[in-house]
Nanobody
Framework: QVLLVESGGGLVQAGGSLRLSCAASGRTASIYRIGWFRQAPGKERESVTSISWSGGSTYYADSVKGRFTISRDNAKNTVYLQMDSLKPDDTAVYYC????????????WGQGTQVTVSS
Protein backbone atom coordinates (compact mmCIF):
# COMPACT_ATOMS: atom_id res chain seq x y z
CA GLN A 1 0.00 0.00 0.00
CA VAL A 2 1.19 3.49 -0.85
CA LEU A 3 0.38 6.34 1.52
CA LEU A 4 0.27 9.88 0.15
CA VAL A 5 0.19 13.12 2.12
CA GLU A 6 -0.32 16.49 0.43
CA SER A 7 0.72 19.82 1.87
CA GLY A 8 1.23 23.39 0.77
CA GLY A 9 -2.26 24.56 0.00
CA GLY A 10 -3.59 27.90 1.10
CA LEU A 11 -5.06 31.23 0.09
CA VAL A 12 -3.33 33.32 -2.55
CA GLN A 13 -4.25 36.28 -4.69
CA ALA A 14 -4.68 35.94 -8.42
CA GLY A 15 -1.31 36.03 -10.14
CA GLY A 16 0.41 34.53 -7.14
CA SER A 17 2.17 31.21 -6.64
CA LEU A 18 1.94 28.16 -4.43
CA ARG A 19 3.93 24.95 -4.25
CA LEU A 20 2.20 21.74 -3.28
CA SER A 21 4.03 18.69 -2.01
CA CYS A 22 3.01 15.05 -2.14
CA ALA A 23 5.02 12.81 0.17
CA ALA A 24 4.83 9.09 -0.51
CA SER A 25 5.50 6.30 1.95
CA GLY A 26 4.89 2.59 2.21
CA ARG A 27 5.34 0.51 -0.94
CA THR A 28 6.95 3.30 -2.96
CA ALA A 29 8.82 0.75 -5.08
CA SER A 30 5.49 -0.10 -6.69
CA ILE A 31 4.82 3.46 -7.89
CA TYR A 32 4.78 3.93 -11.65
CA ARG A 33 3.28 7.34 -11.94
CA ILE A 34 2.08 10.17 -9.67
CA GLY A 35 -0.69 12.49 -10.70
CA TRP A 36 -2.24 15.67 -9.37
CA PHE A 37 -5.99 16.06 -9.63
CA ARG A 38 -8.33 18.79 -8.50
CA GLN A 39 -12.00 19.13 -7.71
CA ALA A 40 -13.81 22.41 -7.45
CA PRO A 41 -17.20 22.73 -5.74
CA GLY A 42 -19.95 21.41 -7.97
CA LYS A 43 -17.53 20.15 -10.58
CA GLU A 44 -16.09 16.77 -11.45
CA ARG A 45 -12.58 15.85 -10.49
CA GLU A 46 -10.12 16.62 -13.26
CA SER A 47 -6.59 15.58 -14.03
CA VAL A 48 -4.11 18.42 -13.77
CA THR A 49 -0.69 16.91 -14.34
CA SER A 50 1.31 13.74 -13.83
CA ILE A 51 4.87 12.50 -13.83
CA SER A 52 6.48 9.09 -14.13
CA TRP A 53 8.21 7.97 -10.99
CA SER A 54 11.44 6.93 -12.67
CA GLY A 55 11.75 8.56 -16.06
CA GLY A 56 10.32 11.97 -15.48
CA SER A 57 7.90 12.03 -18.41
CA THR A 58 5.17 14.54 -17.76
CA TYR A 59 1.64 15.38 -18.78
CA TYR A 60 -0.18 18.68 -18.32
CA ALA A 61 -3.78 19.59 -18.87
CA ASP A 62 -4.19 22.42 -21.36
CA SER A 63 -5.64 24.63 -18.66
CA VAL A 64 -2.38 24.66 -16.70
CA LYS A 65 0.29 24.39 -19.38
CA GLY A 66 2.88 27.09 -19.00
CA ARG A 67 1.74 27.92 -15.46
CA PHE A 68 2.16 24.70 -13.47
CA THR A 69 5.28 22.57 -13.19
CA ILE A 70 5.45 19.07 -11.75
CA SER A 71 8.71 17.65 -10.45
CA ARG A 72 9.90 14.81 -8.29
CA ASP A 73 12.61 14.10 -5.75
CA ASN A 74 12.98 10.36 -5.57
CA ALA A 75 15.43 10.58 -2.68
CA LYS A 76 12.66 12.19 -0.64
CA ASN A 77 9.83 10.18 -2.23
CA THR A 78 8.14 13.50 -2.89
CA VAL A 79 6.44 15.05 -5.89
CA TYR A 80 5.98 18.80 -6.14
CA LEU A 81 3.48 20.93 -7.99
CA GLN A 82 4.68 24.48 -8.57
CA MET A 83 1.71 26.65 -9.46
CA ASP A 84 2.40 30.10 -10.88
CA SER A 85 0.15 32.79 -12.34
CA LEU A 86 -2.74 31.37 -10.38
CA LYS A 87 -6.28 32.23 -11.41
CA PRO A 88 -9.55 32.12 -9.45
CA ASP A 89 -10.53 29.16 -11.66
CA ASP A 90 -7.68 27.19 -10.10
CA THR A 91 -9.54 27.19 -6.79
CA ALA A 92 -10.14 23.57 -5.79
CA VAL A 93 -9.12 20.77 -3.51
CA TYR A 94 -5.94 19.28 -4.96
CA TYR A 95 -5.21 15.60 -4.58
CA CYS A 96 -2.17 13.58 -5.46
CA UNK A 97 -2.57 9.98 -6.49
CA UNK A 98 -0.35 7.07 -7.40
CA UNK A 99 -0.69 4.19 -9.77
CA UNK A 100 1.39 1.10 -10.27
CA UNK A 101 2.55 -0.29 -13.59
CA UNK A 102 -0.01 -3.07 -13.31
CA UNK A 103 -3.03 -0.80 -13.05
CA UNK A 104 -4.71 1.67 -15.36
CA UNK A 105 -6.38 3.68 -12.65
CA UNK A 106 -4.81 5.65 -9.86
CA UNK A 107 -5.50 3.56 -6.78
CA UNK A 108 -3.76 5.38 -3.94
CA TRP A 109 -4.99 8.85 -3.01
CA GLY A 110 -4.01 11.52 -0.56
CA GLN A 111 -6.44 13.41 1.64
CA GLY A 112 -6.31 16.57 -0.46
CA THR A 113 -5.24 20.14 0.19
CA GLN A 114 -7.32 23.24 -0.41
CA VAL A 115 -6.11 25.90 -2.82
CA THR A 116 -8.08 29.14 -2.92
CA VAL A 117 -7.24 31.91 -5.36
CA SER A 118 -8.88 35.25 -4.69
CA SER A 119 -9.57 37.78 -7.42
Amino acid sequence: QVLLVESGGGLVQAGGSLRLSCAASGRTASIYRIGWFRQAPGKERESVTSISWSGGSTYYADSVKGRFTISRDNAKNTVYLQMDSLKPDDTAVYYCAARSITTINYDSWGQGTQVTVSS
